[in-house]
């Protein structure tokens, strides 16, 4: 058989922070629940073999947080209020748990949503790839994703939950998320603009445009023109450029080895572990 020709093994790309996160929520605001940790544990167990059953997973990795990363170094208020919520009660225990003994990988400079899109494209060529993950930040990107948060819903069609992106939704996904506040606590953004401010904002300019559109909304502002409700201010050609460099690197995931070797970021990718398919995985 021919190398193009051949079926290509399944990877499954799991964004094991955004997972943590969920377990910690779904199953702290369950009065009978709360308190128990092996709840929380079997809870993630759960979602990460549904996962890996609901994407044919032959292969997969699992990518966790540190405390560090190259954006928290560089901005020390960068997500940092998420950990004072209340329903994250048991997260640090569920991530060293996931991390002893759920093979969960991190990297002191890499946050998850950075080592999902690097190992998708280093890998694609080797693998059907699909990212698991319901966490909007990563849909930046070409590829194959799975929102794991249709196991919330009842009566949901699997077929619901898989998303195949091309570099035109991708590029406005990132442009977009660059302008506006999201969900990822940036203190860097836009102030004003909104989803639907943005997305009408960006019709106004061709893809290739977007970068220096959006340059240019945080020096001059968006007027009304464009297609907003209001008038949004912009920060001037001095603050404009500070605020707009600030909110692309919180907002933009590496994807590529050259982007990591300029800032002196070394990466060796785990081994991939071998999805036993019909078999509890622990």
Same mark, same amino acid.
Not at 229 to 247: C, Q, V
């Given at each position: ?90 997260? &640090? ?6 991390? !002893? ?44 994703? &799975? ?9 949901? !069609? ?46 106004? *300019? ?75 995985? *622990?």
């Amino acid at each position: 058989m021919d190398e193009k020709e051949r079926v290509k093994d399944n990877l499954t790309i799991i964004d094991g922070s955004s997972l943590i996160y969920s377990a910690c929520y779904n199953v702290s605001t369950k009065e009978d629940k709360t308190d128990n940790f092996n709840e929380y544990k079997q809870t993630l167990t759960y979602y990460i073999e549904s996962i890996l059953k609901d994407t044919n997973a032959d292969a997969y990795i699992i990518y966790g947080d540190q405390s560090t990363s190259y954006r928290k170094n560089l901005f020390d208020s960068f997500k940092a209020n998420r950990i004072t919520r209340p329903y994250l009660k048991f997260m &640090f225990d569920l991530r060293e748990y996931a991390n !002893k003994h759920l093979n969960f990988f991190n990297h002191k400079d890499l946050e998850a949503d950075d080592l999902c899109l690097l190992t998708k494209n280093q890998f694609k060529d080797k693998y059907e790839v699909t990212i698991a993950s319901k966490d909007s930040d990563l849909r930046q990107d070409v590829g194959k994703f &799975f929102n794991y948060g249709i196991y919330r819903t009842t009566d949901y !069609k699997i077929e619901d939950a898989f998303e195949e992106l091309d570099i035109v939704q991708a590029t406005i996904n990132l442009w977009k998320a660059v302008l506006i506040k999201g969900h990822n606590n940036k203190f860097d953004y836009l102030d004003g603009c909104g989803e639907v401010c943005a997305t009408n904002y960006l019709s106004n *300019w061709k893809l290739t445009q977007y970068p220096y559109a959006v340059l240019q909304a945080f020096i001059y502002g968006i007027s009304k023109e464009h297609g907003v409700k209001r008038n949004i201010s912009g920060y001037g050609l001095n603050g404009g450029i500070d605020k707009f460099n600030k909110s692309f690197k919180q907002t933009y995931l590496f994807r590529y080895f050259s982007e990591l070797e300029s800032l002196g970021i070394e990466l060796i990718f785990p081994e991939f572990s071998i999805n036993l398919k019909n078999k509890p995985l *622990w």
